[in-house]
């Protein structure tokens, strides 16, 4: 079993920054890809950013320039810098990690408000 738990979240104004993380505890593979997704109230839940075990990464084209993922494999921790922080990226964030096809996990959320 894997748990999964995210801290960072809060009230911004637009232009601020925040920095979530997620930790990851429990049985955790060597090779495995962490993530963060965002739900906003109405949508469906989207990918933001990820990164394998060995830092490669993509990102969501609304938040490139913007967001930084970044990971520290010795704790098992994944990180989401976010700056210049927009109204419209305000969302219940997720981290997931898989551990292989069929397996994954997701943490409880996270919630970002960003004010106008």
């Known amino acids: 079993q894997v748990q999964l738990v995210e801290s960072g979240g809060g009230l911004v104004q637009a232009g601020g920054s925040l920095r979530l993380s997620c930790a990851a505890s429990?049985?955790?593979?060597?090779?495995?890809?962490m993530a963060w997704y965002r739900q906003a109230p109405g949508k469906q839940r989207e990918l933001v950013a990820a990164?394998?075990?060995?830092?490669?990464?993509n990102y969501a084209d609304s938040v490139k320039g913007r967001f930084t993922i970044s990971r520290d494999n010795a704790k098992n921790t994944v990180y989401l810098q976010m700056n210049s922080l927009k109204p419209e990226d305000t969302a219940v964030y997720y981290c997931?990690?898989?551990?292989?096809?069929?397996?994954?996990?997701w943490g409880q959320g996270t919630q970002v408000t960003v004010s106008s």
């Open positions: 990164i394998t075990s060995g830092g490669s990464t």
């Open positions: 429990g049985r955790i593979f060597s090779s495995n890809v």
């Open positions: 997931k990690v898989d551990l292989s096809v069929t397996l994954r996990y």
